[in-house]
Structure formats: structure tokens, C-alpha cells
């Protein structure tokens, strides 16, 4: 079977510059992958994301398997060649959405609804292996528990259970050798649970590692303790990814533990309402007082929007429900994030990354106990 190769570039610390080598290509890291839900991310084209240098772009499981359904994006050469992307893709199992939905859940799998027209559906570790299979992705995940925080400790211990069998069961069903095959780590917030899952996760020998179940409402702090813990125990050789993680104080903080990549819809969720992430901080282009600016949204930034649009432009748009706000916004604010991972990785190269830590986290931090 295909493994990733993951070469290490660099290290200040934990920190960790490398290059991971898939079947059909490479990615830098540390990296930030664009999140497309139903095969697009929000208001972006694959042209987009090609300008805009994404080099990963991520895809829903759940939702591409009820509309259009797997076998209808295999049929269409799979997941790439549908979004007339040309460059690598991920698909999640689903198994966050899932559980948002208060699934019946059991040993085997989990029996859930559709939310498009309320219809049942089955997922077991082996269904969610073959389901991605069609789907096509460079990379797929395994289907997980992620119990809700705060949960009761025999809550967090069931869903680490039933993940380490599920992973076993998804590695082997797993078959296609063009396509990577990642595990995840669960364990809620407690070290011990996060390490007792991360070494058993490693002794499956999956081709990189997941770190899911963090970022669901506890605080900065709280995450990368537990992150720490697993990451103690996960193969130096692989590569490891923070999921569902993406704003720029979580990010660095998570890249001086030793992450190498990361997802979140952040990006897009806030750009839709007008927030804009900038070198100095979060920004609402909707206040009255950028009426009249001529300012770009971010004079520190070479994006597109910013070298042409101003924000009292982009809050004219807003104000007057035009969809191309949302789009400018959500541009620059995946500019703006996949920038940032350069920066941190040109930092670790060239061993200025603590510089550059410090320097991010007086920005984007209140406190040591705010959630990310």
C-alpha cells in the first residue's frame, strides 16, 4: 500500500517545516487546506483556489455521498475532476457531521438522517472506507466517534474505544493504493486518553494522523494540552493534522507543537458576514466608519481584493445584500490564512519562528484561556 512521505525540512523546537509526497503530489508544510463542503468552497471557483495558491482543498463525505451521491462523483473521474481541480484533494468521513445530527450509534456504525430530506442512512468503518474510495480523494479519513465536550469520562472512553476498533476495521477494508489513508486520534481533553489513543492509533501505521474532537468549546488552554499529549506518541515521519482548527492563534500555537496541517470553514463562515482577518486582527467591514475608506481591507496584504477593492467599496456590498461582498471577504480571508502558513514556514527555516510566534499571538490572543 502507498504510504506518505513526509521529509522534514526544518525544526525550531517542535515547530517543523517538511514536504508530504502523496501518489499524484506533494504539499508543503505546515498548511492550511480549504474546506469544500459539497465539492466547492463557499463563493469560490477551482480557479480560485488554483490563484490563490491552495495546494489541498478539502471535501465532505456526508454531504457528497446523499447529493450528488459517491458514485455519481466517480462517474465524473472523482472528487478533483468533478470541481475541475487540478490539485490534491482530502475527504472527512463525515463522522462530525454525523454526530451533530444525534445519531443512533452502536458498535458497528452509526444510523443517522439525511439533512437534505430526512431519509436514513447507514455508516460503518468499513461503508465510510468505501464510500471515500468512490469519492476519489488524494487523501481519506477514517470514521471516528467525536464525543461533544464537555462530556462524562465514560463518554470520551466509549468514543475512544469504538474509534480505535473502527480505525483497525477501516485499515483493513481499506484498498485503493493510490489513495492515503489517515487515522484519528480521539480522547476529549484528558492527556492520558489523548496518549492511550494516539499509540494506538501509531500502531496501526496509517499514512499520516488526524487529531480530531478539539476545538468543540473548550478553551485555547485546554486544546493544546491534550493536543501536546497525542502528538507525543504519533511517528515523527508522518504527517499530523489538527482538524476543524483555523484561526491564526490556534494555528501558530498548534505549529510550535509540531502540526503540520489543518482545516477550518472559519474563513469563510466569518468573510460571509463581513469579518475580515488582517495583520492587526479581526475587522467588521460593516461599521459605519469605513463608509468613506479608501483603505483596503488590509494595506499589509497582496491579495487580489486588497490591491483593488476598498473597504468602503466591500461595505457598500454588504449593505446592500450584494452576494460579491460575501465573495470578496471570504477571498481574502483564505489569502490572508494560507499567507500566514507561509510565513510560519519560511519562520521555521530560517529560525525566526519563536519571533514570529510572539509577535502573532500579541495579536490574535486576549487571554490564555480563550477559545479558539
Known amino acids: 500500500m502507498f504510504a506518505v ?14 514536504v508530504a509526497t502523496t501518489h499524484r503530489g506533494e504539499y508543503q508544510t505546515p498548511c492550511f487546506m480549504p474546506v469544500g463542503t459539497r465539492g466547492a468552497i463557499r463563493h469560490l471557483s477551482a ?27 466517480a462517474d465524473l473521474g472523482g472528487l478533483g475532476a468533478f470541481a475541475g481541480w487540478k490539485g490534491l484533494t482530502l475527504t472527512d468521513s463525515g463522522g ?11 458498535d458497528d456504525g452509526v444510523s443517522f438522517r439525511s439533512t437534505y430530506d430526512g431519509s436514513m442512512h447507514r455508516f460503518t468503518p468499513e461503508s465510510a472506507i468505501k464510500t471515500q474510495e468512490l469519492i476519489g480523494a488524494d487523501i481519506q479519513m477514517v470514521l471516528d466517534v467525536c464525543a461533544p465536550l464537555p462530556s462524562a469520562d465514560e463518554v470520551v472512553r466509549l468514543a475512544l474505544k469504538r474509534t480505535s476498533s473502527w480505525a483497525k476495521r477501516a485499515r ?44 468543540v ?12 499529549a497525542a502528538i507525543e506518541h504519533l511517528p515523527k515521519d508522518r504527517p499530523r493534522y489538527l482538524m476543524g482548527v483555523g ?3 490556534s494555528l501558530v500555537e498548534a505549529v510550535n507543537l509540531g502540526v503540520d496541517q489543518f482545516d477550518c470553514v472559519m474563513q469563510t463562515r466569518i468573510g460571509r458576514h463581513g469579518t475580515a482577518l488582517t495583520s ?21 496584504c497582496a491579495c487580489s481584493v486588497c490591491k483593488r477593492h476598498t473597504r468602503g467599496y466591500i461595505r457598500h456590498l454588504f449593505q446592500v445584500n450584494e452576494p460579491t461582498a460575501a465573495r ?25 519562528f519563536a519571533s514570529l510566534r510572539k509577535s502573532l499571538l500579541e495579536i490574535w490572543t486576549d487571554s490564555a484561556n480563550e477559545k479558539p
Open 96 to 106: 462530525f457531521q454525523v454526530f451533530s445530527l444525534n445519531p443512533d450509534v452502536d
Open 47 to 73: 480557479q480560485d483556489y488554483e490563484e490563490l495558491g491552495a495546494r489541498i482543498v478539502l471535501g465532505n463525505t456526508y454531504h457528497l455521498m446523499l447529493r450528488p451521491g459517491a458514485q455519481v462523483v
Open 280 to 300: 492587526n486582527g479581526k475587522l467588521n467591514i460593516t461599521r459605519a466608519e469605513f463608509t468613506t475608506s479608501q483603505d483596503p481591507i488590509d494595506a499589509k
Open 247 to 249: 484561526d491564526p492563534a
Open 328 to 352: 470578496l471577504v471570504s477571498l481574502h480571508n483564505v489569502a490572508f490564512t494560507l499567507d500566514l502558513m507561509q510565513q510560519m514556514r519560511d519562520a521555521i527555516i530560517n529560525g525566526e
Open 217 to 228: 468549546g473548550e478553551t485555547r488552554e485546554e486544546m493544546l494540552v491534550a493536543l501536546a
Open 172 to 215: 483493513e477494508t481499506h484498498r485503493r493504493q493510490d489513495q492515503s489513508l489517515f487515522g484519528i486520534v480521539q480522547g476529549g481533553i484528558d492527556p492520558v486518553l489523548r496518549r492511550e489513543s494516539a499509540k494506538i492509533t501509531a500502531d496501526l501505521d496509517f499514512d499520516g494522523y488526524g487529531i480530531g474532537g478539539l476545538s
Open 5 to 18: 512521505e513526509f521529509r522534514q525540512t526544518a525544526i525550531e523546537n517542535s515547530a517543523r517545516a517538511g
